[in-house]
């Protein structure tokens, strides 16, 4: 009798353990306790885009309840790598980055592995012999930007008649993803052309100032012999402008330019006609990097890569109705 009794008490203890358990988690649901907790490293802020890209993660990092630890490496890649070693140590659940160039994360990615923790990459790829490294990427399709951007320039020749237009390209951060596949995407669309010639292509690092350096560069060395700018991002283009202006040329008529991010001061300068074409990268993309990160925590497999939908924006569109843009 005395064993069932002390049975029944043990069972009594277990059952009100329990139920302090389930209060202290449904306590802790509602002090609002992250889901899980996210490391992410953004290379800098560059650009309108990138500081974008940055609020919108925070901002829906906060929506979903997802816990963030956020660095950003100021455009170097030892302090990317430095980050993800961070968060390694700290064991967050998952890891996300944008990667300022592609080659050189081998060892720091093999790190989280062993840890048993997934990384994703965020806007930028990279390049490894060893694909398991990353479970996935989320980002736009760099080539098709830079081969629609070619494409509205052959649709360009077409309306101007011209015989021969002669293309200058300011290009992103060497041997960065979206540098290579938007010179890819851009070349490959005007291949076969003959009235399109590449003079020259010349980096820009995405940076402004950089923009504005390439362009004077490019006006002493050809002069009158430019007809087409093309510039693989808004901050760069931004920083041409001035510069295509003080030479005393009019951007968007004697010089075809054309650009992609589509921030609102670009999309501005597009409606006054001093821009051509604007291809959409866009930022936002913090909603499907939560909702992949908690699929991944759930043990759930995702697609190994995600773009969104984008499009051109250009002078052959009335683009008075277009919503602010967000970045």
Same mark, same amino acid.
């Given at each position: 009798?005395?064993?069932?009794?002390?049975?029944?008490?043990?069972?009594?203890?277990?059952?009100?353990?329990?139920?302090?358990?389930?209060?202290?988690?449904?306590?802790?649901?509602?002090?609002?306790?992250?889901?899980?907790?996210?490391?992410?490293?953004?290379?800098?802020?560059?650009?309108?885009?990138?500081?974008?890209?940055?609020?919108?993660? &925070?901002?829906?990092?906060?929506?979903?309840?997802?816990?963030?630890?956020?660095?950003?490496?100021?455009?170097?890649?030892?302090?990317?790598?430095?980050?993800?070693?961070?968060?390694?140590?700290?064991?967050?659940?998952?890891?996300?980055?944008?990667?300022?160039?592609?080659?050189?994360?081998?060892?720091?990615?093999?790190?989280?592995?062993?840890?048993?923790?997934?990384?994703?990459?965020?806007?930028?790829?990279?390049?490894?012999?060893?694909?398991?490294?990353?479970?996935?990427?989320?980002?736009?399709?760099?080539?098709?930007?830079?081969?629609?951007?070619?494409?509205?320039?052959?649709?360009?020749?077409?309306?101007?008649?011209?015989?021969?237009?002669?293309?200058?390209?300011?290009?992103?951060?060497?041997?960065?993803?979206?540098?290579?596949?938007?010179?890819?995407?851009?070349?490959?669309?005007?291949?076969?052309?003959?009235?399109?010639?590449?003079?020259?292509?010349?980096?820009?690092?995405?940076?402004?100032?950089?923009?504005?350096?390439?362009?004077?560069?490019?006006?002493?060395?050809?002069?009158?012999?430019?007809?087409?700018?093309?510039?693989?991002?808004?901050?760069?283009?931004?920083?041409?402008?001035?510069?295509? &202006?003080?030479?005393?040329?009019?951007?968007?008529?004697?010089?075809?330019?054309?650009?992609?991010?589509?921030?609102?001061?670009?999309?501005?300068?597009?409606?006054?006609?001093?821009?051509?074409?604007?291809?959409?990268?866009?930022?936002?993309?913090?909603?499907?990097?939560?909702?992949?990160?908690?699929?991944?925590?759930?043990?759930?497999?995702?697609?190994?890569?995600?773009?969104?939908?984008?499009?051109?924006?250009?002078?052959?569109?009335?683009?008075?109705?277009?919503?602010?843009?967000?970045?």
């Amino acid at each position: 009798m005395k064993g069932k009794i002390r049975l029944a008490a043990l069972l009594l203890a277990l059952l009100g353990l329990l139920c302090a358990c389930g209060a202290r988690e449904e306590e802790t649901r509602e002090q609002g306790e992250p889901s899980l907790l996210l490391g992410f490293s953004q290379l800098g802020s560059e650009s309108s885009w990138r500081i974008g890209n940055t609020r919108d993660i &925070e901002q829906k990092a906060e929506e979903y309840g997802i816990g963030l630890m956020m660095e950003n490496a100021n455009q170097k890649q030892e302090n990317q790598i430095a980050a993800l070693r961070s968060f390694i140590a700290y064991r967050v659940d998952v890891i996300a980055f944008s990667p300022i160039v592609e080659e050189g994360w081998d060892h720091v990615l093999k790190e989280a592995r062993q840890a048993g923790i997934p990384v994703i990459l965020v806007d930028r790829d990279i390049v490894t012999e060893e694909q398991d490294l990353y479970v996935c990427k989320i980002g736009a399709d760099f080539y098709q930007e830079g081969f629609q951007a070619g494409e509205y320039l052959r649709r360009k020749a077409d309306t101007l008649g011209k015989e021969k237009l002669r293309i200058v390209e300011i290009t992103g951060t060497e041997d960065s993803t979206p540098m290579r596949q938007r010179q890819a995407g851009f070349r490959d669309a005007i291949a076969g052309d003959e009235r399109l010639e590449m003079l020259e292509s010349v980096n820009g690092d995405f940076l402004i100032s950089r923009g504005a350096e390439c362009m004077r560069y490019l006006l002493e060395k050809y002069g009158d012999g430019i007809d087409v700018v093309y510039s693989h991002n808004d901050e760069m283009t931004l920083g041409a402008l001035p510069e295509i &202006e003080r030479a005393g040329f009019v951007p968007g008529k004697d010089l075809v330019i054309i650009s992609i991010d589509g921030g609102q001061k670009a999309i501005d300068i597009l409606k006054e006609g001093k821009i051509n074409c604007i291809v959409e990268c866009t930022p936002m993309l913090g909603s499907t990097l939560m909702e992949t990160a908690l699929a991944l925590k759930r043990g759930e497999t995702v697609e190994r890569e995600t773009h969104p939908v984008e499009k051109v924006f250009s002078d052959e569109q009335d683009l008075s109705s277009l919503p602010p843009r967000g970045y």
